[in-house]
């Protein structure tokens, strides 16, 4: 194991090294992603860490100033968000280190996803060539890894070997008659952690869990307590869950008015069709069947070409070959190990049923189904609680991983029940050569998106003195996160790309807002100020200063979103009122003093 293990570290630290070796030559010069939600959840992050002390460590004041958020409804990493505060505000100044150390942070994940696959490859016995080989290149080819332009906490795929290599153990030991072991234990902390990096996670990890946990109690219900490991399996899920559930409703003073649905839930571009499995990406060089023509990361989970050759490969010799057949029933009947990833497999199939919504369209047709298969196509009778999770092709992640493993696995299986050593050969080297062509495709598109210009850095903004101001108001004012088409308003990127790096210059916080499930009580008061030209007393009994707001004006039809909410004439009245005096305009854009104290 340990030569592998090794060969997999250094080849993957080169190819890291390649491709994003620019962000720690220059750690302050790029970003991943400078418009939209990557530029929002970069400003949330380091507007978070570098708030002031008073705010603590749960509540959010970047934004929806003066009444703020709480952290889980930012998107900005809070475990690794709150160690970074408690740096800056106990230690020493971590300002011009928030973003470098992130992208550290997340860069890591190639390096964990590819250590924990090859043991997982390691303990199916996979070829030494063939682990290392699959254990590096998947690193780059999952759905995950494109997040990292924009959903950045979204990216950490290192999460399904993680769990495959826990439900193995899990496994295990029940059998030895211990049911009651670490690996239980294992499985709610990660539960736990990652739904605080992120709370897609906690629907996502149960969603493979929890069946896998089931199906292996029926398969082995002769050869295990099965009841008492499902009813103590079940527990460790419904704690895990439940103080998830109750630290966010405990420390959530907005928890009683925030949505209680989200918009989008089944919305065709946020869930997955089957063909999307074969459907490659602009920049690949193979394109067996068609390529995306629209951007809809969503939608995003291409197997790649190797693994689409290797599905054809394992149907047709299953089909044709009788001692294939025979040998898989043979490994099937003594195979342990057999048994395990197949039961996590069939256990991701729940998840890629989700990830379909409620209807199942077959591949190339215009034909559907009720899609019966969907665990939420019944919970939403129930409740509307999980239109939450909308981005339902996100539940297919675990599957497009473990339908990996289980082709490499049956590849090598075909390998060894192969006579001819040429074929073999020729089978290895043309395999190698797919899957080496899309992970180089991958690295060179990696390395030249994640250039992007860090505008924290790079946006120049007025020498005024912003000290002696509260707050920023821009205009176009934008609102969104309250799940309420109609007090929602998009901001254009060509805006939020100026207003945030002004806000996080000046270092003064925004009194719109671009969160996720903002309670509506809070977007009606604050766009108030449009209606009546004034700050509500609501509003003004939560400000700690009579300083003047300073309000950030660009009239511009390209900045403004077209919607009759708000309109460039409603906005304008605002400036046009008599406590409002003009300061200066920089590149375009105009800075005003609302002196609101006087109205």
Not at 147 to 152: A, C, K, L, S
Not at 332 to 348: E, P, Q, V
């Amino acid at each position: 194991m340990k030569s592998g293990l090794i060969a997999t570290i250094i080849i993957q630290l080169i190819l890291i090294a390649i491709a994003f070796g620019h962000l720690f030559s220059d750690p302050n010069e790029f970003m991943l992603q400078n418009g939209h939600d990557g530029l929002k959840n970069y400003y949330t992050l380091q507007s978070y860490v570098t708030q002031d002390a008073e705010a603590g460590y749960l509540n959010y004041k970047g934004m929806n100033y003066p009444i703020g958020d709480v952290i889980w409804y930012t998107d900005n990493t809070p475990p690794y968000a709150m160690f970074m505060r408690w740096v800056h505000l106990n230690i020493t100044d971590v300002t011009g280190l928030i973003i470098p150390l992130f992208h550290f942070f997340i860069v890591l994940n190639f390096l964990v996803f590819s250590i924990l696959t090859y043991i997982v490859l390691y303990r199916l016995k996979i070829n030494i060539y063939l682990a290392v080989l699959f254990a590096v290149a998947l690193a780059w080819m999952n759905p995950m890894s494109l997040r990292i332009f924009g959903h950045f906490n979204l990216s950490l795929s290192f999460i399904w070997p993680l769990l495959v290599i826990l439900l193995l153990g899990l496994f295990n030991k029940v059998l030895e008659g211990k049911v009651l072991n670490t690996y239980l234990l294992l499985l709610g902390v990660t539960i736990v952690v990652m739904s605080f990096i992120h709370l897609y996670y906690l629907a996502l990890i149960v969603s493979l869990v929890f069946p896998a946990i089931v199906l292996f109690a029926i398969f082995y219900f002769k050869k295990v307590k099965a009841i008492f490991f499902l009813a103590v399996s079940s527990l460790m899920i419904g704690v895990s869950t439940t103080a998830v559930y109750l630290t966010i409703r405990l420390t959530d003073s907005f928890y009683h008015i925030r949505p209680e649905s989200a918009q989008g839930y089944n919305w065709s571009e946020w869930r997955i069709k089957m063909q999307d499995l074969c459907t490659s990406y602009f920049f690949l060089t193979f394109k067996p069947l068609g390529k995306h023509t629209d951007w809809f990361i969503e939608r995003f989970v291409y197997l790649g070409t190797a693994f689409i050759f290797l599905l054809l490969l394992v149907l047709i010799v299953f089909s044709v070959y009788k001692p294939f057949k025979a040998a898989v029933k043979e490994r099937w009947t003594n195979g342990t190990k057999t048994h395990f990833i197949f039961i996590i497999f069939l256990a991701s199939l729940f998840g890629f049923f989700m990830s379909q919504g409620e209807k199942i369209h077959f591949p190339f047709t215009q034909m559907s189904m009720a899609n019966i298969f969907n665990p939420l196509y019944y919970l939403g009778m129930l409740t509307d609680f999980f239109t939450h999770f909308r981005a339902l092709g996100r539940f297919a992640w675990p599957f497009c991983f473990l339908l990996s493993i289980l082709l490499i696995y049956t590849f090598q299986f075909i390998l060894k029940i192969t006579i001819n050593v040429w074929l073999r050969v020729i089978l290895v080297f043309f395999v190698s050569v797919l899957i080496t062509v899309d992970t180089y495709d991958y690295m060179v598109f990696y390395k030249k998106e994640t250039k992007k210009k860090n505008l924290f850095e790079a946006v120049s903004i007025p020498k005024l003195d912003y000290k002696e101001f509260q707050a920023i108001l821009p205009i176009p004012f934008f609102q969104v996160g309250n799940e309420n088409l109609e007090l929602t308003l998009d901001d254009r990127q060509i805006w939020s790309q100026l207003v945030f790096p002004i806000s996080i210059r000046s270092g003064l916080p925004l009194m719109s807002a671009k969160l996720s499930r903002v309670p509506e009580d809070h977007s009606s008061l604050l766009m108030d100020v449009f209606s009546d030209g004034r700050l509500p007393s609501e509003l003004t009994k939560l400000m700690k200063t009579n300083k003047p707001i300073l309000i950030i004006h660009r009239n511009e039809d390209e900045y403004f979103n077209s919607t009759p909410l708000l309109t460039p004439e409603k906005s304008k009245q605002l400036i046009n009122i008599n406590d409002v005096n003009y300061i200066i305009t920089h590149e375009g854009t105009k800075y005003y003093s609302w002196n609101w104290v006087k109205q």
